[in-house]
């Protein structure tokens, strides 16, 4: 049986093949090839509906693969907006976000408040009782306002890291999406 010795079009490889073949398939980039003849001379060349097919396959992982970007993204902040309602607080106005200032103003509150009290009414005993009970009442609320303010603080950090590394995964994807439809369109114009 006579064979032919040729190079893979997409590595290089060396193939040797039966003289009659018209089809083979790179034993090492699996690439599939075409065997043409002109004049006395053979070569290979890449099966042009195999590879766009491959072409669309792989843009078809692509698509995939930022479709699924947009849903976590979509997901971390539906995840955000209910942990941030239940770190939140409730107020006549509906919910505001805890913070250190506000921590601050009833430690402030809890020590002038008091003062206040005792030094209007000329510090009878009962009123010094009050103004400690109103000190501790307002610091240990004022305790549990900075406890809060400190997670929500921290769920929020937490938060913002997922969505910006899901952010940088999806502009990479897309960006790659981009090249390959300028690929595409050079393609196409090529031929």
Excluded at 73 to 93: C, F, G, N, Y
Excluded at 149 to 154: C, F, K, Q, S, T
């Amino acid at each position: 049986m006579d064979t032919v010795s040729l190079s893979c079009n997409n590595c290089g490889a060396a193939l040797t093949l039966p003289e009659s073949a018209r089809f083979v398939t790179c034993s090492y980039c699996k690439t599939q090839l075409e065997v043409k003849r002109e004049g006395g001379a053979a070569f290979t060349e890449i099966r042009e509906a195999v590879a766009n097919i491959e072409r669309d396959v792989a843009d078809l992982k692509h698509d995939s693969r930022v479709r699924a970007l947009r849903d976590e993204l979509a997901s971390i902040d539906s995840d955000w907006d209910d942990r941030r309602t239940a770190l939140m607080e409730k107020s006549k106005d509906g919910y505001v976000v805890p913070t250190e200032g506000g921590a601050i103003f009833l430690f402030a509150l809890s020590i002038v408040l008091p003062v206040g009290i005792v030094v209007a009414s000329g510090g009878p005993a009962h009123m010094i009782l009050l103004s400690i009970a109103i000190f501790l009442g307002m610091g240990g609320f004022g305790l549990y306002y900075r406890e809060r303010a400190r997670r929500y603080e921290a769920a929020y950090a937490s938060y913002r890291a997922r969505r910006d590394d899901a952010e940088s995964e999806l502009a990479v994807a897309q960006s790659g999406s981009k090249k390959a439809s300028r690929r595409a369109s050079q393609d196409e114009d090529d031929s």
